[in-house]
């Protein structure tokens, strides 16, 4: 990739698509999707590494809140190592801030959080203000590189929501969602339409803010 360029990882294409749009006419970003999880992350990440080293690789998506101060919507970051990106230009760090998110505590979890009470456990035992599956498995394949690498997320659902389903029980052995499974669970319980709905509506807000973030970000590179 040409100097300056920037990798942009998302597991799942909905929490992608509004920023494909803003992004299509800006030169030297690469979006890729990952999959759910670390292993899937992993090895995506390190094939698109080994093609075209970038200068920049953000994980990005959505996560679950954990702190019951943010609210839908909230973009978040997490720098492990900050960095120049050009000289005589701001960190990353505050090129994030200034794009609008802010900097939290995540912790990068083997399953979907579903419940208000995991939630809340999870808290108590990381101190994280919200939950993702994948970026650890990255910022690690970044630090081992030498590559600038930033966690840019959304809070998709709150410390205070359950999820309308365990998505957990709904997915294959690769994590990604079983549309059968799905099915079948609405059929048995047809009084979840509403929620999956409402969160539906809510992912696409987030991923709507969350691109807003990001394409302010790449522009102050």
């Known amino acids: 990739m040409p100097p300056g360029s920037a990798l942009v990882c998302f597991p799942l294409e909905e929490e992608a698509v509004p920023f494909r749009r803003l992004a299509a006419a800006r030169p030297g970003v690469q979006i890729i999707l990952t999959g759910i999880g670390q292993e ?3 090895r995506r990440v390190t094939e698109a590494i080994a093609c075209c080293r970038p200068e920049l690789v953000l994980t990005c998506g959505f996560a679950g809140g954990l702190s019951p101060e943010l609210a839908l919507g909230t973009v978040l970051f997490h720098v ?11 960190l990353l760090s505050q090129i994030l801030r200034t794009a609008g998110a802010q900097p939290a505590r995540f912790y990068c979890a083997p399953r979907i959080a579903v419940t208000v009470a995991e939630k809340q456990v999870l808290r108590a035992e990381t101190h994280a203000d919200a939950v993702e599956m994948e970026s650890e498995a990255i910022h690690t394949l970044c630090r081992e590189r030498g590559i600038a690498c ?8 709150t410390a205070s929501e359950d999820m309308p389903l365990d998505f957990n029980q709904l997915s294959r052995p690769d994590l990604s969602l079983d549309y059968a ?3 079948w669970a609405i059929v048995r319980a047809p009084g979840k339409i509403g929620a999956l709905l409402r969160l539906r509506r809510h992912c696409r807000m987030a991923a709507q803010r969350l691109a807003e973030v990001l394409e302010r970000v790449l522009a102050a590179r």
Not at 80 to 90: G, I, Y
């Open 40 to 42: 899937n992350s992993r």
């Open 80 to 90: 492990e190592a900050d960095a120049v990106l050009a000289p005589n230009r701001p």
């Open 150 to 157: 930033a966690t840019v997320r959304v809070i998709s659902d």
């Open 181 to 183: 499974k799905l099915a």
